[in-house]
Nanobody, 123 residues
Framework: QVQLVESGGGLVQAGGSLRLSCAAS????????MGWFRQAPGKEREFLSA????????YYADSVKGRFTISRDNAKNTLYLQMNSLKPEDTAVYYC????????????????WGQGTQVTVSS
């Protein structure tokens, strides 16, 4: 099992940047492929990005490609999401999630979720 805790959210002006972190408990973090999702009020959860257990492979949804960068530090048991050129439509609660390393880097079959961190982008 792994427990996930997001941090780094907040209020930022349009065009600004934030870096989200996701701290994982335990020594099994390198066993998991990781993903970032978000959910805005009244909308379905949206898959944003995923990264392989080694950090060697990444995937991005078209909505964030070129603006967001996913990365991980297995020595620190931490996942990151660097968000640049933020827009008001990026306002949402952001979640990190984990799934086994044998699963593909996509939006499905995540077993563990964090509690989320709020990101608000003002215009």
């Amino acid at each position: 099992q792994v427990q996930l805790v997001e941090s780094g959210g907040g209020l930022v002006q349009a065009g600004g940047s934030l870096r989200l972190s996701c701290a994982a408990s335990g020594r099994t973090f390198p066993s998991y492929n990781m993903g970032w999702f978000r959910q805005a009020p009244g909308k379905e959860r949206e898959f944003l990005s995923a990264i392989s257990w080694s950090g060697g492979t990444t995937y991005y949804a078209d909505s964030v490609k070129g603006r967001f960068t996913i990365s991980r530090d297995n020595a620190k048991n931490t996942l990151y999401l660097q968000m640049n050129s933020l827009k008001p439509e990026d306002t949402a609660v952001y979640y990190c999630a984990a799934k086994g390393r044998l699963y593909p880097l996509d939006a499905h079959e995540y077993d563990y979720w964090g509690q989320g961190t709020q990101v608000t982008v003002s215009s």
